[in-house]
């Protein structure tokens, strides 16, 4: 159990996501959302979001995940609610990871128009912010295997 917990702690921590972390940690997704709460109120999870919270403090690493799960985050909920809309309860919707998801539209002829973040978008950020993220640390090794420690050619 003390691993699950762990699991499900270091899923929340990145996604930000109830449902999706129980997912993650093996819960069937009927399931996942009761499941998910019992696991982050359990002694164990909070212990595990507080270590990583501690040792996470940064606000560029919260930048960092948005967007890693904008570049690399499923989409499968999203297109779920484009096919079976009109079956869907609330709480259904209510459950669904919509993180990448930037707009959604009904228009007049009841068709459901979605519109999702960019990925290449987050990619090219990702980039630019990559100096800044790992505090020049693995940009600083790349550049010093690359080209010496004193910065000389090898």
Same mark, same amino acid.
């Given at each position: 159990?003390? $691993?699950?917990?762990?699991?499900?702690?270091?899923?929340?921590?990145?996604?930000? !996501?109830?449902?999706?972390?129980?997912?993650?940690?093996?819960?069937?997704? +009927? +399931?996942?959302? #009761?499941?998910?709460?019992? @696991? @982050?109120? /359990?002694?164990?999870?909070?212990? +595990?979001?507080?270590? @990583?919270?501690?040792?996470?403090?940064?606000?560029?690493?919260y930048v960092?995940?948005?967007? !890693?799960?904008?570049?690399?985050?499923?989409?499968?909920?999203?297109?779920?609610? &484009?096919?079976?809309? +009109? !079956?869907?309860?609330?709480?259904? %919707?209510?459950?669904? #990871?919509?993180?990448?998801?930037?707009?959604?539209?009904? /228009? $007049?002829?009841?068709? @459901?128009? %979605?519109k999702f973040?960019?990925?290449?978008?987050?990619?090219?950020? &990702? $980039?630019?912010?990559?100096?800044? &993220? #790992? $505090?020049?640390?693995?940009?600083?090794? &790349? %550049?010093?295997?690359?080209?010496?420690?004193?910065? #000389?050619?090898?």
């Amino acid at each position: 159990m003390a $691993g699950e917990q762990k699991r499900f702690a270091r899923f929340f921590f990145y996604l930000r !996501n109830l449902r999706e972390a129980a997912l993650h940690t093996g819960a069937r997704a +009927e +399931e996942a959302e #009761d499941r998910g709460l019992e @696991l @982050l109120h /359990s002694a164990e999870t909070e212990a +595990e979001l507080k270590k @990583l919270e501690e040792a996470d403090s940064d606000t560029l690493s919260y930048v960092k995940r948005g967007l !890693n799960r904008i570049a690399f985050g499923a989409v499968n909920d999203a297109v779920k609610l &484009l096919f079976d809309a +009109e !079956n869907m309860t609330a709480r259904d %919707i209510m459950g669904m #990871d919509l993180f990448n998801v930037s707009e959604i539209k009904i /228009s $007049g002829k009841n068709v @459901l128009e %979605i519109k999702f973040f960019d990925r290449q978008k987050a990619l090219e950020k &990702l $980039g630019e912010l990559a100096p800044q &993220l #790992d $505090g020049g640390g693995e940009s600083k090794r &790349l %550049i010093e295997n690359i080209y010496g420690r004193d910065g #000389d050619s090898l």
